[in-house]
């Protein structure tokens, strides 16, 4: 996948104008506990990632429907390759996998909707070389 591509800076959480720039402090595999850490501007071509007063909210949204395919999802596995197990199972392991996933939910309703209502277009005049 080109580094340059928009599908490879949503997959890595990248700026939206220059593609290059983190919109999270940390990753998550060093400090998952700083999930929600984001950068105010972009680090690399210093766009402000929120783009007025209270942008992100609108990411709950993005939340709300990624949460969902999680919950559907881990309820079509579980009836179809386990065997459709007791109720108990449903209420106990939805729930678990959707607070497991909870921090990639989140890095990536913010990323989506950044990049979709940021109102940003990549510009490649702000891609820096030196990387
Ligand atoms: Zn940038």
């Known amino acids: 996948m080109s580094k340059k591509s928009g599908l490879y800076a949503i ?10 720039g983190d919109l999270f402090k940390y990753s998550l595999l ?12 972009c680090p690399k071509c210093q766009l402000i990632f929120e783009r007025e007063p209270g942008f992100f909210f609108g990411a709950m949204y993005v939340s709300y429907g990624l949460t969902m395919g999680v919950l559907l999802a881990t309820a079509f596995i579980l009836y179809n390759f386990f065997g459709d197990p007791d109720l108990v199972v449903y209420i106990t392991a939805v729930p678990l996998i959707v607070l497991l996933l909870l921090p990639v939910i989140f890095r990536y309703s913010r990323t989506l909707y950044l990049h979709g209502f940021g109102g940003v277009k990549y510009d490649p005049k702000y891609v820096k070389q030196s990387d």
């Open 11 to 20: 997959l890595n959480h990248k700026c939206p104008r220059c593609r290059q």
């Open 30 to 41: 060093s400090k998952p506990h700083k999930f929600t850490a984001t950068h105010k501007t």
